[in-house]
């Protein structure tokens, strides 16, 4: 097997970017499953297997729960805002995603039972910018969170709900782009 950062392609399955699609338009909503944090945010991890260079996604797995509000995770989200976010239309308190650890080892332990990587985790933006209107690229902020994960960051831009788009960044760096294939044959 050979390191992340030496991926040239991400297979995305159909079925798979569109159970993403719906999760980001479901939260958008406002529809809300038992027990998830009601905030109008995706975030999910992608896991597969890897095939020398090629990552081929099996599964996407929504994350319920933001634990972005509670101690110490508030603290420190508030002061990597202050630190790295760009100024936008949502306020900084309002911004930002802590997945739940009891969650996220959760999703871990199920991956490994399946025999799958966790090799990424998304989230989309939704709030277009003047300097970057389809907010389909990794923020510094991104970035910063990303660093030394050795995942990728799918960044799922959902400014036009009717045209979203995906694309992949090891660790979160714009300049570390693996393009994202969606299969036009698993459409049916």
């Given at each position: 097997m050979i390191a992340f950062e030496q991926i040239t392609e991400i297979i995305l399955?159909?079925?798979?970017?569109?159970?993403?699609?719906?999760?980001?338009?479901?939260?958008?909503?406002?529809?809300?499953?038992?027990?998830?944090?009601?905030?109008?945010?995706?975030?999910?991890?992608?896991?597969?297997?890897?095939?020398?260079?090629?990552?081929?996604?099996?599964?996407?797995?929504?994350?319920?729960?933001n634990v972005r509000d509670k101690e110490p995770y508030k603290t420190y989200m508030d002061r990597m805002m202050e630190q790295y976010a760009v100024p936008s239309k949502t306020s900084l308190d309002r911004r930002g995603w802590i997945t739940d650890p009891e969650e996220l080892k959760e999703y871990y332990d199920k991956c490994d039972q399946e025999r799958l990587i966790v090799f990424g985790t998304y989230h989309m933006h939704i709030v277009p910018w003047e300097h970057d209107p389809i907010r389909d690229t990794p923020t510094l902020l991104d970035t910063i969170l990303a660093r030394n994960s050795n995942l990728f960051s799918f960044i799922v831009s959902m400014v036009d709900v009717t045209r979203p788009r995906i694309r992949a960044f090891y660790e979160g760096s714009g300049e570390n782009e693996v393009p994202v294939v969606i299969p036009s044959t698993d459409k049916g």
């Amino acid at each position: 097997m050979i390191a992340f950062e030496q991926i040239t392609e991400i297979i995305l399955p159909y079925l798979n970017w569109q159970d993403i699609v719906e999760h980001c338009k479901r939260k958008l909503a406002g529809n809300y499953l038992h027990g998830e944090s009601r905030v109008r945010k995706a975030y999910g991890l992608v896991a597969g297997t890897q095939d020398e260079h090629i990552l081929n996604v099996k599964r996407t797995l929504q994350i319920k729960k933001n634990v972005r509000d509670k101690e110490p995770y508030k603290t420190y989200m508030d002061r990597m805002m202050e630190q790295y976010a760009v100024p936008s239309k949502t306020s900084l308190d309002r911004r930002g995603w802590i997945t739940d650890p009891e969650e996220l080892k959760e999703y871990y332990d199920k991956c490994d039972q399946e025999r799958l990587i966790v090799f990424g985790t998304y989230h989309m933006h939704i709030v277009p910018w003047e300097h970057d209107p389809i907010r389909d690229t990794p923020t510094l902020l991104d970035t910063i969170l990303a660093r030394n994960s050795n995942l990728f960051s799918f960044i799922v831009s959902m400014v036009d709900v009717t045209r979203p788009r995906i694309r992949a960044f090891y660790e979160g760096s714009g300049e570390n782009e693996v393009p994202v294939v969606i299969p036009s044959t698993d459409k049916g």
